[in-house]
């Protein structure tokens, strides 16, 4: 059942089996994970069904690193997690993304790709991709439009699919339905409290934004709140064990990555749609299963001793002809709903009044009016528009095309979460701060790989690639941003003085708390990370349905 915590229904502690603590992608993977069983489940999640300002407040916090980064945009707090606002990209990780590489220190996953495979056909089921194949790194369904050939120890065509769902409006209802599990929305975890050993989780403490506070008791507990907030909230459960739960070694926050990403060059030609119509992510009824992207091949990468990373070939589109843009204004107008209509017509008539002689009142004429004497102008145009469609080409030219790169981040210790001295206003607790650090590497990577990729996409168009100036000149600041995946805070080792969980996503020396999501990645290759963080879901939750029903704590 889902509850709302807010409003003060839920008065009494939890008893349960599992504890989760965030309702996104992770979180409402494992609990959809137990529907039906005997294990009772309760997960907590701080927003509620939409997006609220107080709850993202929240999220505030500072950035301190190299790289701008604000904390406080790039989450969201709802059911349904960040994912209420990402594009649907899945595609899974390859062996090569989880091997050690000798050039990235630090690299390397303990688990292979054998192990994840099982797992991202069950996400693909998930995350309703249908029957579509995949292999590493890539699905295999066909693609709209052929894609560029390119030498394939240099780039390669990977394929993603896309996710038609948002996970919180897809699985609300089965967990609203459920016996067993218990959602409890606008319930932020406070703290989680340890044993004086600091070995075993005895409680988590709740509160709401209203003031209630209750306590939540299970046998095992999960962090499934991002990779950011996962460190926050074990660094903030402080109060038995200094430094944090499972921060022994100090690695708690440290290892932040995201996927940076900027503008690499510009492109220009006489026939660049040859490079973006390959790329489109086309939208609607009859609209491919997967889509292309274009990335470095794993060969490359080696022989450069760089990072991988992708690139997007955006067109942008010379000025319109007429009868194009008559056409569009036209079609503006007559998606406006009556509301909007309404709203119209009555600034129209308000400003015919104030406009008119006294006494007379004047019919103002109406946009799709104007809009439609255009179009009959520009009929050439339109024309010239509709025998390009027939022969797959764009209806109006590209000026030119941005190339915009998206690259793995390599690890570093320094590039870290840490709490602030700054607290919030709702529960006294210490805000995050980011230190987003970028490394030689990191930059090595921008500018070998942007002019790879802008020579061979010029080839293959037989035009002319212009490198951004902050990749021509190095002693110009990184003009990088990051994308909002979140990863490596909590990452994944063997070794506990270089990770925070072991490969079945146990925090090192403890019993009874694990940890979902990307936070988990010791890297993240390019790929958007939430097919992966799905699948690694699906095996924590296979991994906690065997402790449970063996009664292990």
Not at 288 to 305: G, K, M, N, T, V
Request: aromatic share 8%; net charge negative.
């Amino acid at each position: 059942m889902i509850i709302d915590y807010l409003n003060g229904t839920h008065p009494e502690d939890v008893e349960v089996d599992l504890c989760i603590v965030g309702a996104g992608a992770a979180g409402i993977a494992i609990a959809h994970s137990f529907i039906g069983t005997s294990i009772r489940v309760c997960l907590l999640e701080s927003g509620g069904l939409s997006g609220e300002e107080r709850n993202q407040r929240l999220y505030e916090g500072s950035s301190s690193g190299h790289v701008d980064f604000d904390p406080g945009t790039s989450r969201m707090r709802v059911f349904g997690g960040s994912c209420n606002l990402w594009g649907g990209g899945c595609i899974p990780l390859s062996t090569d993304d989880l091997t050690p590489r000798d050039w990235v220190p630090d690299s390397g996953w303990p688990i292979g790709y054998a192990d994840l495979e099982p797992y991202y056909g069950r996400a693909r089921s998930f995350c309703q991709l249908g029957d579509i194949d995949f292999t590493e790194g890539t699905f295999t369904a066909p693609t709209a439009r052929g894609v560029l050939p390119f030498d394939e120890d240099k780039l390669i065509n990977p394929l993603f699919a896309r996710c038609g769902i948002l996970f919180g409006e897809a699985y609300r209802d089965a967990l609203d339905r459920a016996p067993n599990v218990k959602v409890l929305l606008h319930a932020n975890l406070l703290e989680l409290a340890p044993t004086s050993d600091g070995v075993h989780v005895q409680e988590a403490t709740i509160g709401s934004l209203g003031g209630h506070r209750n306590k939540v008791h299970a046998r095992h507990y999960v962090l499934a709140s991002g990779g950011i907030e996962n460190a926050r909230l074990m660094l903030l459960s402080d109060s038995v064990v200094p430094g944090g739960l499972g921060n022994a070694h100090d690695v708690v926050g440290r290892y932040f990555m995201d996927h940076p990403s900027g503008t690499l060059g510009t492109l220009t030609s006489d026939d660049s749609d040859r490079v973006t119509r390959p790329y489109e992510r086309l939208r609607g009824k009859n609209a491919p299963s997967s889509f292309p992207e274009i990335a470095l091949s794993h060969e490359y990468q080696r022989s450069q001793r760089i990072l991988n990373g992708r690139v997007h070939p955006f067109g942008v589109e010379a000025p319109l002809p007429r009868g194009i843009r008559a056409l569009r204004e036209l079609r503006t107008a007559m998606r406006k709903t009556v509301q909007d209509e309404n709203a119209l017509l009555e600034a129209r008539l308000s400003e015919a009044l104030r406009n008119a002689p006294a006494g007379e009142v004047i019919a103002a004429p109406s946009s799709i009016s104007l809009t439609a004497l255009k179009l009959g102008l520009g009929m050439g145009d339109i024309a010239k528009a509709f025998v390009h469609k027939l022969a797959d080409r764009p209806a109006v030219k590209n000026s030119h095309v941005e190339l915009v790169g998206y690259f793995e981040q390599a690890p570093n210790p320094e590039s870290r979460v840490t709490l602030s001295d700054e607290t919030d206003i709702f529960f006294g607790q210490r805000k995050v701060c980011v230190d987003w650090r970028l490394t030689p590497l990191d930059h090595h990577t921008y500018r070998t790989s942007a002019k790879l990729f802008g020579d061979e996409l010029a080839r293959s168009c037989q035009g002319r690639f212009e490198l951004s100036p902050w990749l021509a000149d190095e002693s110009r600041k990184p003009e990088i941003h990051g994308t909002a995946h979140h990863i490596g805070t909590t990452r994944m080792s063997d070794d506990p003085t270089k990770g925070v969980v072991d490969r079945d996503c146990r925090v090192h020396g403890m019993d009874n708390l694990h940890i979902a999501g990307s936070s988990v990645f010791p890297t993240g290759g390019w790929a958007f990370p939430t097919f992966t963080i799905v699948a690694l879901s699906l095996r924590l939750a296979d991994e906690l349905r065997m402790l449970l029903t063996a009664g292990f704590l």
